[in-house]
């Protein structure tokens, strides 16, 4: 019988608060099953990022796909660490499957290096900026607890917690 979709986790879940432990080499199996079905939950969001907390699953995994031109470029990323990170900074607009319908300008580090392991157990590194390094700093955040508001203000914050509670409400009541 197939596995049925997976149910992204939406905020104030404790779970999204909780640090991820690394992924062992013997969680290899169960990372094996729940990668596909993490890229079918994010690719169904829609989003371009997704990490294993944000399903439940408390292990550093995540998974990107930036689709440039709309050409699937997949990237699985196994315990991920920023290892260098630039001093100039950067300001976008982000969004989170775990706070659906809330935007909000996030400043983080133009350019980051980060290393991770691949699904075939080799380490890699990734340099780079613009809206690939916002998504790994944002995944990597994920596996730490952080969500993206808790790089707001506390008013900032409070509202778009406040704004989401009253959209899942409504949502709930059909
Ligand atoms: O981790 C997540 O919640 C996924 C999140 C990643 C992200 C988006 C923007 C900046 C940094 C990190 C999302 O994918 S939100 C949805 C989204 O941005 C999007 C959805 C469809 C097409 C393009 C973008
Ligand atoms: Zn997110």
Redesign the pocket.
């Known amino acids: 019988m197939p596995a049925s979709p997976l149910s992204i986790l939406i905020a104030p879940d404790p779970r999204l608060k909780t640090r991820a432990r690394p992924v062992r080499p013997e969680d290899g199996a169960e990372i094996a099953v729940l990668v596909p079905r993490m890229f079918e939950a994010?690719y169904a969001?829609?989003?371009?990022?997704?990490?294993a907390p944000?399903i439940g699953v408390g292990l550093r995994l995540?998974v990107i796909d930036l689709q440039p031109d709309d050409t699937p470029a997949p990237v699985v990323l196994i315990n991920p660490s920023i290892v260098a990170a630039s001093a100039e900074m950067a300001t976008?607009?982000?969004?989170?499957?775990?706070?659906p319908n809330q935007y909000a300008d996030?400043t983080r580090p133009a350019r980051v290096t980060v290393r991770f392991g691949d699904l075939a157990g080799k380490t890699r590194e990734i340099t780079t900026d613009g809206?690939l390094a916002?998504?790994l700093q944002?995944?990597i955040d994920?596996l730490d607890g952080i969500l993206?508001i808790d790089h707001l203000s506390p008013l900032k914050r409070n509202m778009i917690l406040r704004r989401l509670a009253k959209e899942q409400r409504q949502k709930a009541a059909g």
């Open positions: 994010m969001a829609p989003g371009i990022g997704l990490a944000q995540c976008r607009e982000e969004g989170c499957l775990s706070l996030v809206l916002a998504c944002h995944e994920h993206f």
